[in-house]
């Protein structure tokens, strides 16, 4: 029975002409970036190749781009820098953020003292712009939003234009958890004012284990992790070169199919929704399903039943991989911070469906046939 990989918002599979770039480099540009040599002036041009193409994706300069390790570290430098180097006392942001997010937000509120607003979000996961216009304009102190550009269980986009608008127009950093987005959406950051933005290749069908942190030109930070000065001096430790290397073709390749890979997906999604509503027909879609969402991310859920506590199991049982919360949880069953900041009833038994160019109509038509059953 081939396995149906249906959680591609948890991680992606490598693409294959990436696994064979990082494989060669793995295994003849092993030399250190920081030597002098030619094994090492060798890899630092595939670093800073991979650079250029980042920074040409977001219409960045090179200047601005650091290779990290992953989006959570990117979200805690950005997080925990902006406080401790730029003076900011007040960081606003939502209740359905990234753990990463979340999580760096309780540290600086503990151990800084720095007041945390949540905005208030619909039953969609969408913010009130309003609430963000009125407290940007009212409060006094140096000020972070920091709100993600699609949310990783119910694929909700928020609208990162207007944020970074009113961010900059009141005098505010503007942080975005880019993770969902990047290969997706075109961003450019000459047109969005953007303070940090961070990625994580693993989430385009580039390597697990490194990411990249836009850091505007105007933001002067200092490290979070001290040593051999490597980044600018911004990230010690010597670099993954054969990981940085993925990421950009990974990235590249993403930009450059990006019309036709969402093409793709959006008709699985519309194909998916019929399907489930004619032989579910008490199923339920969650997020701005019908509005601003990104299509490879589909919440639904169904009422509660015994059957329905063990339906992803029943699902791997199947051969079908798919999340019941969020992406960095998907292996563990336990409540979702998202799924009741959106107020999902608890007679709901949510799952996360999250698909890829790579994706087939057999597959989902398999996916909901094996649902049905198991409900």
């Known amino acids: 029975m081939k396995r149906i990989y249906l959680d591609h918002a948890a991680t992606t599979p490598v693409d294959q002409e990436v696994l064979e770039l990082m494989t060669q480099i793995w295994r003849e540009d092993y030399g250190n970036p920081s030597s002098i040599y030619a094994e090492g002036r060798k890899a630092r041009m595939i670093i800073e190749n991979a650079r250029k193409t980042v920074a040409n994706g977001l219409n960045a300069s090179l200047g601005e781009i650091f290779f990290t390790s992953c989006g959570t570290e990117g979200n805690n430098m950005a997080i925990k820098n902006a406080v401790r180097d730029l003076g900011v006392e007040v960081i606003i942001s939502s209740p359905t953020e990234h753990h990463s997010v979340w999580h760096s937000l309780l540290a600086v509120e503990r151990d800084f003292g720095v007041t945390v607003i949540y905005l208030d979000v619909d039953e969609k996961g969408r913010i009130d712009l309003l609430q963000l216009k009125s407290l940007l304009e009212t409060t006094q102190k140096k000020v972070l939003v920091s709100l993600m550009y699609v949310n990783n269980e119910l694929g909700t986009v928020h609208p990162i234009q207007a944020i970074a608008d009113l961010a900059k127009a009141n005098g505010a950093y503007f942080h975005t958890d880019a993770v969902q987005a ?27 284990g490194v990411g990249f942190i836009y850091i505007n030109g105007d933001n002067i930070i200092k490290p979070l992790l001290d040593g051999g000065a490597q980044e600018r001096n911004m990230r010690s430790g010597t670099e993954n070169t054969a990981q940085i290397a993925g990421l950009a073709l990974a990235f590249q390749k993403a930009n450059d199919q990006r019309e036709e890979r969402m093409s793709h997906i959006v008709g699985l999604r519309k194909h998916l929704m019929k399907r489930l509503v004619e032989v579910i027909p008490e199923v339920q879609f969650h997020g701005d399903y019908d509005g601003a969402f990104h299509p490879k991310i589909l919440n639904i859920s169904i009422p509660t039943s015994p059957k329905a506590e063990i339906l992803l199991f029943n699902l791997d049982i199947n051969g079908i991989c798919a999340s019941g919360g969020s992406a960095c949880s998907s292996g563990v069953e336990s409540a979702s911070h998202v799924l009741e900041a959106i107020k999902l009833p608890e007679d709901r038994r949510a799952l996360r469906v999250s698909m890829s160019h790579t994706t087939t109509i057999e597959e989902l038509d398999r996916f909901v046939d094996v649902l049905r059953q198991n409900i």
């Open 182 to 208: 990047i290969g997706s959406f075109e961003i450019d950051v000459q047109k969005t004012p953007i303070s940090f933005l961070t990625c994580s290749a693993h989430k385009f069908n580039g390597p697990k």
